[in-house]
């Protein structure tokens, strides 16, 4: 299919990239989307095409990723050499002058010196010693020229290739939506008594005392939370591809600190559960937007706030990897998403998803349980 032909695109020419790494990115991303699209061509159900459809966006975005930092890496260079080649129109007219000058007079008359034997002799030393660096400046330019040419192309190539790719992982996105509507029942460990998650809707002041509740609201209870995530703690993956804007207990603008992080994404991004886990919660909650709670082990919760969509009904228990949502939509998506500015800073990412971890009722820094050190 189209998809895993698009991603060979996004492995750009080495020359053309300052860093190698965000080819080794891309070549990734085509393997992750290739193995995508052998499980979309085999799913049988609605359950296997949303692990599929799950894979092949996640391979999208990060393919996506390292083309626009590849493209970003690409127009610095060429700024530089436009720089370079620009600070040398004065050298390279005069250049030009002395050549033609040369070149217009066939006669060795244009090679005597008006001071005699003598002063002819030491021009055509100082010519002979000149000649080599002149060639030597010649090559350079040559060579600054072809690879701006190869730049601007690789640009073109680039630019269209990134507009193609959003296309194709918007309709990933929908026909993830569907997949996810028809899919079979997920099993569950309880049901959430709908009577007592209202009040606790309506009571709950802060999201500590909404956390502090959500063991009320539970019925039917078939099973316990799984009781460890032994050697997995501090080794999980973040739940969303990003940047972190700010760690737990760093202040913001306002001075407000949160027992949370806070990612910055690219609109429309997949999160995904980082371990397999009980969904304690999903939809609107204060002022944090559609909100999933999900509970990895006893006494655990990941709370994430601020998704547009969210996937899955409290009790459900889900996989690791499994989609719990999307970001927003932010009106300028396409025009967003097709720059290159401030790409890895995070300045075009206009969402940001909150991430808490809770532990027996007391919030913990989510850098002891996730790998932060890398942005997701």
Partial sequence: ??????????????????????????????????????QLDTAETARDRV??????????EEGLAALRSGLRQVAVREAQLSAQLQARDEEIAALLAVLQRIGAQRSPVAFLHP???????????????????????VSDLRRDLEDLQVLRAVQTDAADQLAIGLNEVQAARMALNQAIAERATLPTRF??????????LDTAQT?????????????????????????????????V????LRRAGTADAAGITRPGIIMATRPRAIVTSPVAATIRYTGPLLDLGEVVILEPQADVLFILAGL???????????????????????????????????????VTRSETLYIEVRHENAPEDPSLWFRTDKDG
Avoid at 51 to 60: E, G, N, V
């Fill in 51 to 60: 692990r599929a459809l799950t894979r092949t966006i996640q391979a999208f």
């Fill in 308 to 346: 547009n969509v969210v996937y899955g009904t409290a009790g459900e228990v889900i996989d690791a990897g499994a989609p719990l949502g999307l970001m927003g939509d932010a009106a300028a998506e396409n025009r967003r998403e097709l720059s290159t500015d401030g790409d890895d800073t995070g």
């Fill in 207 to 239: 999201l500590d005392s909404f956390a502090r509740g959500l063991s009320q609201v539970t019925a039917d209870q078939t099973a316990a939370a799984p009781e460890s995530l032994a050697g997995e703690k501090g080794d999980l993956p973040l739940p």
């Fill in 115 to 137: 001071g005699g034997p003598t002063g002819t002799a030491r021009a055509g030393m100082l010519l002979a010693e000149m000649t080599p660096a002149l060639n030597a400046r």
């Fill in 1 to 38: 299919m189209k998809w895993a032909a698009l991603i060979l695109g996004l492995v750009l020419p080495g020359a053309a990239m300052a860093q190698q790494d965000n080819a080794d990115r891309a070549r990734a991303a085509m393997e992750m989307l290739q193995a995508a699209s052998e």
């Fill in 241 to 244: 591809q990003g940047v972190i």
């Fill in 191 to 200: 049901t959430q008594d709908p009577v007592r998650e209202a009040i606790l």
